[in-house]
């Protein structure tokens, strides 16, 4: 019996008593002004319209006695003098089970069409991150089925590693590899500012269902409201935890974290922020570590976050690639020059690094990679002089060796998409490469 009262429980606990009403004063351009709303930035209000249904809008900022908010859906329709009311909660989401393989919005709504979610509890939007001395060593791997990386860029349980590449080169194709051959007990996947299209695609092809069965897919749209295209990688963020504290090894993809700095500039800059980097204002900057810095180990489990970078220009200087870099423990960079010779994943070991893999790789392994690095580097070195013939065979024993294995590494580096390698077979092959290489581990 008392399970049948649960649901109302819950949303009795949940709900807020105080109602504060304030007046729209001014509409321009993505914002909206009120005034009598003494609410708190982040508070969620609805502002209501004599042509329409309401419109749910956050409180993005506050100029003196104005509140300015932001609508999370279009706001035509909304004049001077219209009603806004609040009640100055801040934002949560529902969290269970019951999430697994669905797809849900910024707001943690199904939008697959398979009805609604059963929550178990409800979670704050904005949580703190772990404290630093709160958090376990990382001191055990996490495959991700994708060879070139836990063989040459291993990452641990409760890493956070960004994947970095321009446009085109093959990121949401790796991102679905991983999706699908980690070994990590759930998936959260979080795509914002995504086209319509290549959402579908990805759930479909690059996913699969094999993905989607132990996923949580959060979804928000280049269409949408930056509000919700922000709060979304918030959302994953929340349900991610919520399975982490279950106990449970959770990956969190994130595509992509640009995008997301690109929504909230919006919002910075229609509050009133002032541009600082390339038109980016200071709580871009602010925001990024927020986010990131909630990945890691606990006291149980652990959320390892992957957050691809959208590189303009490939230019890795550029702000928030630069940014990222600094806060992630290692990064991921995909070669445009791989990709155009079809060298798939287009992973650059050389251009790449992972932090944590000397304290879950082992000495073995550290050693087996290093001996392909400075085959790689040895390669990079003369692939000029190779191809123009300039280089007379037997000059070099490093160089020669170069040669002759240049073809089993791209071997070993280059992966179908619906090829799974498991770690166990990356580690024989990358030693037996080591040892062909004359430097046996």
């Known amino acids: 019996m008392p399970e049948l009262f649960a649901e109302a429980r819950r949303r009795l606990s949940d709900a807020s008593f ?32 004599h042509t329409g249904s309401p419109v749910p809008a956050q409180i993005v900022g506050v100029r003196g006695d104005e509140a300015v908010l932001m609508p999370l859906a279009d706001a035509y329709g909304v004049a001077a003098g219209d009603a806004v009311t609040g009640d100055g909660a801040m934002p949560r989401i529902g969290v ?67 994947v970095f590449a321009g446009t085109g080169v093959g990121k949401s194709v790796l991102m679905g590899m991983i999706a699908r051959y980690t070994a990590a007990d759930v998936v959260v996947a979080a795509l914002v500012g995504e086209r319509g299209r290549e959402v579908g695609d990805f759930l479909r092809k690059d996913m ?26 918030f959302s994953a963020t929340a349900i991610a935890e919520f399975f982490r504290d279950q106990g449970l090894h959770v990956l969190l993809l994130m595509d992509s974290v640009t995008r997301m700095a690109m929504a ?25 570590p927020q986010l990131m810095e909630r990945c890691g180990t606990a006291a149980r489990g652990s959320i390892t ?13 550029e702000p928030i690639a630069d940014a990222a870099r ?18 798939f994943p287009a992973v650059s070991v050389l251009e ?5 893999m000397p304290d879950v790789a082992g000495p073995t392994q550290m050693k087996a990679a290093r001996t392909l690095r400075r085959v790689l580097a040895t ?38 998409m619906n090829e799974r390698a498991a770690l166990e077979d990356t580690r024989a092959a990358l030693y037996e490469l080591a040892a062909e290489a004359g430097a046996a581990p």
């Open 208 to 233: 699969g269902e094999e993905g989607l069965k132990r996923s949580v897919v959060v979804v928000s749209t280049s269409d949408e409201s930056p509000v919700l295209r922000v709060r979304a990688c």
């Open 264 to 288: 909230q500039r919006q919002i910075g800059l229609s509050a009133g922020e002032p541009p600082t980097t390339k038109g980016y204002p200071p709580s871009v900057f602010s925001l990024m």
């Open 18 to 49: 105080l109602r504060v009403t304030g007046r729209v004063a001014e509409v321009s351009g993505l914002t909206v002004r009120s005034v009598g709303l003494p609410l708190p930035v982040g508070a969620m209000c609805r502002i209501g319209r």
């Open 352 to 356: 790449s690094v992972s932090r944590v």
């Open 305 to 317: 976050g992957l957050f691809t970078v959208l590189v303009e220009g490939d230019d890795l200087t």
């Open 379 to 416: 390669w990079a070195s003369i692939e000029d002089m190779v191809n123009i013939g300039a280089y007379a065979p037997g000059s070099n024993a490093a160089f020669d060796t170069a040669i002759r294995m240049k073809p089993k590494l791209d071997a070993f580096l280059q992966q179908g």
């Open 326 to 343: 600094g806060i992630l423990d290692g990064h991921v960079w995909l070669s445009r020059d791989l990709g155009n010779r079809g060298h």
């Open 96 to 162: 269970g089970r019951a999430l697994l393989g669905r797809i849900v919005n910024g707001m943690g709504e199904p939008i697959d069409g398979r009805g609604p979610v059963r929550a178990e509890g409800r979670v704050p939007l904005y949580a703190a991150a772990p404290r630093a001395l709160d958090r376990r060593a990382i001191d055990e791997p996490l495959s991700i089925g994708v060879r070139s990386i836990d063989g040459m860029l291993t990452i641990g349980a409760g890493q956070r590693m960004g």
